[in-house]
């Protein structure tokens, strides 16, 4: 089979490797219906994070099980399933808190843009849909192996409530599927900070009242001139930059709340200006593995969509394509289908 | 009248200066009837934070009212009250959601190792005892003022539940008050870290059920150990330094909480660690004046006694003394009696 590796900056090759097979008694083999590239993929994509050369790339996904290994007990070959970017096993303490990408024997699922993956722990990791699902569903159920369920942990993570005034940094998928999250849980006010105009018109579909396009400190500014210079109950930190995390902070009343899903990249912050702050600050790798049965239920019942943050779908052969066009910020989210 | 001044690293001094007035007419002067040594207040007294020279010193203080500004409503001469180390206007938006210590008009009170103090906004700042107290309850009312309502801080911001296994970082005053709060607040683990054994019979008493001696990275794979490798539910930082903080981090099982109230001198969390270790942040200068009402109730009834942590009362004219005692851990907190 081929999948994409990843052999440098912006050197994305699609080539030959071995299918996978069972290794441990726990993994299940998935075919991938469909798959998509990550914001996060970007980074080594761009040579902002170091990683192995040539490195199996994806880790997004959803599938018909192919194969499980003789461990495996709660899912059988046939099923569809969906399953988080880190395996895990879904009973030690740390999953037992909800913390599935803290769990003990957490796992890096990679490689997912092939047409197959091996997944460990599988029973702990993958999540069934009632049935096979009409296509059409595809991309929603997709987006719940990452974005959605990290854009839904961000809201959690600052802690939006009925009737809140919310702000969200970035504006790339997990971003607006963020602004969906707060939505969702009823705030009443959502700033979406972006200064692109197709992500303007997705974030005030997924319900954003205000677009914010000033970044940095001039974001900051605007965000307090329109809360009559209190700041807003919740941001959303969606990118992992220095620039955002600060914006995101500085955006926050005292007593408010940041939830942070960006993986840092070079990111220090200040013990003494944090203190001041007054912030709560929680984030981290999104566990989404907790979410997916209820948001299963939600795409299953078209309650939500967030498979619209895909504006752009190819073959996975083209996958290098997929990966160019979200680098240059021509598309949000590319889908790929093998 | 004579009050205490900073002019350097360990020189402090006490001397004649002016009685204070009102200045705004929502000033009152409160006459001290007990005072004290802050750890804060060491931070300048050992050169590790800067400081106009001469400083006047001291923030914590009840006393009786002895003047009132014009404008001012609900304290009367002659009342005795307890105020917050931050005057706060308690009708501002901040105020409002409970952070006193973001007030939009917070103003710092200084010099109150004085027989006499300036307290402004003493309308928002003062709260009243129900009458004139007994004098052995005054250490307790004290405490009120800042190292009860920190520790109380701390533990609300490590978000402590009945139940929880909990760590102390940090054995001072705020500390050990943070131990007493987290047994108030129904935790049925606590683990005082210490090496002092005058301060660990204290935390003994105000609850702590285990002591750790050892700190840093040692001390946070003791608390791994003591867990079962998966750290605590929440940690209360009360002391401020790079090694204290990640101490805190590090010992808090994914998911869990730092509370940390130690006011950071040359803190910085890099990013990345702090996302994969999934805690909650949380803390800042307590808004002591929000649990002002609730704690005098406590203390008023005899069900705490926060007063224990003074274990050296001097008069105030000994006030240079009392900075030494506690500089060199001779004592936990100093009482001054003008």
């Given at each position: 089979?081929?999948?994409a590796?990843l052999?440098?900056p ?5 080539e030959?490797?071995a299918a996978p ?5 726990t993994?299940?083999?998935?075919r991938?219906?469909v798959t998509?590239v990550?914001g996060s993929?970007l980074w080594?994509?761009r ?24 461990g495996v007990r709660t899912?059988r070959?046939?099923?569809?399933v969906?399953?988080s970017f880190f395996a895990?096993?879904?009973?030690c ?5 909800g913390y599935h990408?803290?769990?003990q024997?957490?796992?890096f699922v990679g490689?997912?843009?092939a ?5 460990p722990?599988?029973?702990g990791?993958?999540?069934?849909t009632?049935?096979?699902p ?6 929603s159920?997709l987006a719940l ?6 854009g839904w942990f961000a ?7 009925p009737?809140?005034?919310v702000a969200?940094?970035?504006d ?10 707060a939505?969702l849980k009823?705030?009443e006010?959502i700033?979406a900070m ?6 303007q018109?997705?974030a ?9 396009t000033?970044r ?6 605007r965000?307090k001139d329109m809360?009559?210079?209190?700041g807003?109950?919740?941001v959303?930190e969606?990118v992992?930059?220095?620039e955002s995390m600060m914006?995101?902070i500085r955006?926050t ?5 940041v939830?942070?899903?960006g ?5 220090e912050l200040?013990?003494?200006?944090l ?6 600050l929680h984030g981290g790798p ?5 979410y997916?049965p209820?948001?299963i ?7 939500i969509?967030?498979?619209k ?13 997929g990966?160019r066009?979200m680098?240059?910020r021509?598309?949000i989210?590319?889908?790929?289908r093998p």
């Open positions: 089979m081929r999948g590796f052999y440098g912006r050197d994305l090759r699609f030959e490797r097979t069972i290794i441990a008694p993994d299940a083999i998935v991938i219906s998509c990550c993929d080594p994509y040579g902002l994070q170091a990683s192995p050369e040539p490195t199996p790339m994806g880790h997004e996904y959803c599938g018909i099980v192919e194969e499980i290994g003789s899912v070959a046939g099923q569809f969906i399953g895990s096993d879904n009973t303490p740390h999953c037992h808190a990408t803290s769990c024997h957490r796992e490689g997912a843009q047409p197959l993956l091996r997944v722990l599988a029973d990791t993958l999540v069934a009632p049935e096979v009409a296509g059409e569903l595809n991309p159920l192996s990452d974005v959605m369920g990290t809201a959690e993570a600052a802690n939006v409530k009737g809140a005034t969200v940094v970035g790339g998928a997990v971003g607006l599927l963020g602004v969906l999250s939505k009823g705030a006010r700033i972006s200064h692109h105009e197709a992500r018109r997705l005030r579909e997924f319900g954003a009242t205000d677009i914010v000033e940095a400190d001039e974001g900051v500014a965000i809360t009559n210079g209190i807003v109950d919740s959303l969606c992992g930059t220095q914006q995101a955006s009343r005292p007593g408010g709340s939830g942070y899903v993986v840092p990249h070079g990111v200040n013990g003494e200006e203190f001041f702050s007054h912030v709560h999104a566990p989404v593995r907790r997916l209820k948001l239920e939600q795409v299953w019942d078209r309650k969509n967030p498979g943050v895909f504006d752009l779908t190819l073959p996975l052969e083209k996958v290098a394509e990966y066009a680098d240059e021509r598309a989210k590319t889908l790929l």
